[in-house]
């Protein structure tokens, strides 16, 4: 696609309001993205004549959609940085916390950290229950340095809310089965 006139003015967004998602399983995934992610299931137009679900958390929306033919769903094993994926902030100084709820939950991550003069970026990733990879970092540490002269309003990061992160995530659910070794960076997933 080529865009033909330069100088006309970006589109009038105000915020990022859902992405969408094909899944094997809503009910598997509406599971997933509630205990993993603490997203909670909002009503949806019953005029949709296909399976769905919509959940919404940080102000945004995921919207689940059953895929009407399974096979073309691709399924990933291996977790690639480099691959597709959605990022989500941690409200901690590091993902120590995040892992350890991964732990608990069963779910297989992989760990990586990004260093940028002296800042370090950590980061974990794993998969939902159809493959498609999530990103949970400590992206924050990192100025946003725009490349060329910009609004100063179109760089504001929403503002977060510092929790007490050993406190969240006490309550992580019990796991299906036992965690592998917590030594290592890369765990089974029961969910």
């Given at each position: ?134 990103e949970v970092c400590t992206c924050d ?46 765990h089974q997933t029961s969910i």
């Amino acid at each position: 696609m080529e865009i033909k006139e330069y100088g006309v003015s970006p589109l009038p967004i105000s915020a990022v309001n859902h992405i969408s998602l094909l899944c094997t399983s809503v009910t598997k995934s509406v599971e997933f993205y509630e205990r993993v992610l603490g997203f909670v299931p909002i009503k949806r137009p019953r005029s949709f004549d296909f399976d769905g679900a919509w959940l919404f958390k940080f102000g945004f929306g995921i919207h689940l959609i059953e895929a009407p033919q399974l096979d073309h769903l691709p399924k990933k094993k291996e977790i690639n940085p480099k691959d597709y994926h959605m990022s989500f902030q941690t409200a901690c100084q590091d993902v120590d916390d995040i892992a350890e709820c991964l732990e608990k939950l069963g779910v297989r991550y992989e760990r990586f950290h990004v260093e940028e003069n002296g800042i370090v970026v950590e980061q974990i990733f794993f998969h939902d229950p159809d493959g498609f990879m999530i990103e949970v970092c400590t992206c924050d540490n990192l100025p946003v340095v725009p490349l060329k002269p910009v609004p100063e309003t179109s760089m504001d990061r929403p503002n977060h809310i510092n929790l007490i992160c050993s406190q969240q995530y006490m309550h992580c659910p019990a796991p299906a089965i036992p965690c592998g070794n917590s030594s290592t960076s890369e765990h089974q997933t029961s969910i």
